[in-house]
């Protein structure tokens, strides 16, 4: 006769059990090792080669000489640039004056047409636009000058109209003169 398995009790004590190790498979969380090739060696660039070390330097090197050719490049166009633009000015400032190679042009175009045209209105026509560039130019000082002396004016005028306005509200006989256009709308501000 088999023996009965024996029962759990009170007092008896049980043994440990060891904690399961977890199953490579589907059932369990783990996965196993990815697919490829494994660990790569490292690979040093000493390790291919002297041939292989000199293509990298020349590669960065020709970066670098790329760059600076570049920056090069910009520099030179930008004070070739600048060079043309100051003489533009220059040119500018002398036909302003009436000298340069651009008012000896138009004066050389003046005289020929001068000699062609013998009608003396024709001429006065040609000389006209000399005279033009011949007008002095004005200082700052005059432009401000001349702003000041007619922002006074207007002043002077306002304050005359004030005054005859204030003189037609004291005398109550007087017939006011009809208002010039229709009546301006005043402007309030608010702060």
Known sequence: MPKAAPTKSAGATQK??????????????????????????KVFSETLGLQHL???????TAKED?????RLQRNRDSAEWAKRER???????????????????????AAAAAAAE????EEQETRRPAQVQSAPLQTKSAIRASLLAEQRAK??????????????AADPDA????????PKKKRVAFA
Do not use: C, F, H, N
């Open 16 to 41: 440990p059990k060891a904690p399961k190790e977890p199953r490579a498979g589907p059932s369990s969380g783990r996965r196993g090792p990815a697919p490829g090739p494994g660990k790569q060696p």
């Open 155 to 168: 002043a002077k005028a306002r304050k005359g109209a004030r005054k005859a306005a204030a003189k037609r």
């Open 175 to 182: 017939v006011s003169p009809p208002p010039d256009g229709p």
């Open 118 to 121: 013998d009608d003396g209105a």
């Open 87 to 109: 003489l533009r000015r220059e040119e500018e400032r002398l036909a302003k004056k009436g000298k340069g190679p651009q008012a000896k042009r138009k004066a050389e175009a």
């Open 66 to 70: 790329a760059k600076l050719q570049s």
């Open 54 to 60: 000199l293509a990298l330097t020349q590669e960065v």
